[in-house]
C-alpha cells in the first residue's frame, strides 16, 4: 500500500525555467510534509517542509504548496538550474508516529542548459 | 548544519558474512535514528526505529534476528546484516532527528553500498 506517490518518474526543463514535481498521499493523518533531494550513491539532503496547518512555504527559489483536501502536494523550484538536476523525493510523517517518515518513489528532475 | 556520518560507504564481502553500519551523528543527539533501504529504482524502505538505551522497533516484514540494530549513545547506532545472501544487497541509508529540536527535518547519512557475492 503506497500511501505516498510520485506519479513522474522523470521530468526534463530548461534552465530558467520552473519546475513542478508533484506529490500524492493518502494517508490522512499525514500532517508533516518534507522535499529531500538526492544524488547517486548519496543519503537525501533536506530541501523544505510543510506543516499541514500551513498551505504554502517558500524558501528561496523553493516553494511547497499543499492542498490538504485533495491530498496533493507539490514542489516549484524557480528559476531551475542545471545543479538542480537529482532525485526529488517526497515524504510525510504524522506526530503520533514518532517521526517515521513514508517516502514516494522519487521524480528524477533534469535541468537542460 | 547537522550531520550524519555512515561507515563504510561500500562494502563487498562473500555470502555468509555478517556486516556491520555505523551511523553517527556528529553534532547534535540523537535518541531516535532510523534505518532505511532503497532498491535501485526504488524508494527508501523504512526498515527500523532505532531507539537509544532500548530495542528497536521494526516494520513489518523485517526481520530483527537478521537485521541486528544497537542504539548504545546518543551519538551512535549500528545496523549488523547477520550471514548476508545476495538478496540483501542494497542501500542501507540511516536518518537521525536532533532530540532537542522536535520541530527539526531527519539529516540522512550518505549510505552505505552492500554488495554481497
Known amino acids: 500500500d503506497q500511501q505516498v506517490k510520485q506519479n513522474s518518474p522523470s521530468l526534463s526543463v530548461q534552465e530558467g525555467r520552473i519546475s513542478i514535481l508533484n506529490c500524492d498521499y493518502t494517508?490522512?493523518?499525514?500532517?508533516?510534509f518534507l522535499w529531500y533531494k538526492k544524488y547517486p550513491a548519496e543519503g537525501p539532503t533536506f530541501l523544505i517542509s510543510?506543516?499541514?496547518?500551513?498551505d504554502k512555504n517558500e524558501d528561496g527559489r523553493f516553494t511547497v504548496f499543499l492542498n490538504k483536501s485533495a491530498k496533493h502536494l507539490s514542489l516549484h523550484i524557480v528559476p531551475s538550474q542545471p545543479g538542480d538536476s537529482a532525485v526529488y523525493f517526497c515524504a510525510a510523517s504524522e506526530y503520533t508516529s514518532g517521526s517515521r517518515l513514508t517516502f514516494g518513489e522519487g521524480t528524477q528532475l533534469t535541468v537542460n542548459p | 548544519g547537522a550531520v550524519v556520518s555512515q561507515h563504510p560507504s561500500w562494502v563487498i564481502c562473500k555470502s555468509g558474512t555478517s556486516v556491520k553500519i555505523e551511523c553517527r551523528s556528529l553534532?547534535?543527539?540523537?535518541?531516535?535514528m532510523f534505518w532505511y533501504r532503497q532498491f535501485p529504482k526504488q524508494s527508501l524502505m523504512l526498515m527500523a526505529t532505532?531507539?537509544?538505551?532500548?530495542?528497536?522497533?521494526?516494520e513489518q516484514g523485517v526481520e530483527k534476528d537478521k537485521f541486528l540494530i544497537n542504539h548504545a549513545s546518543l551519538t551512535l547506532s549500528t545496523l549488523t546484516v547477520t550471514s548476508a545472501h545476495p538478496e540483501d544487497s542494497s542501500f542501507y541509508i540511516c536518518?537521525?532527528?536532533?532530540?532537542?529540536?522536535?520541530?527539526?527535518?531527519?539529516?540522512f547519512g550518505d549510505g552505505t553500498r552492500l554488495s554481497i557475492l
Open positions: 536518518s537521525a532527528r536532533d532530540t532537542g529540536y522536535s520541530n527539526q527535518p531527519q539529516h
Open positions: 532505532s531507539n537509544e538505551g532500548s530495542k528497536a522497533t521494526y
Open positions: 553534532d547534535f543527539q540523537a535518541t531516535t
Open positions: 510543510i506543516s499541514s496547518i500551513k
Open positions: 494517508n490522512s493523518m499525514f500532517d508533516y
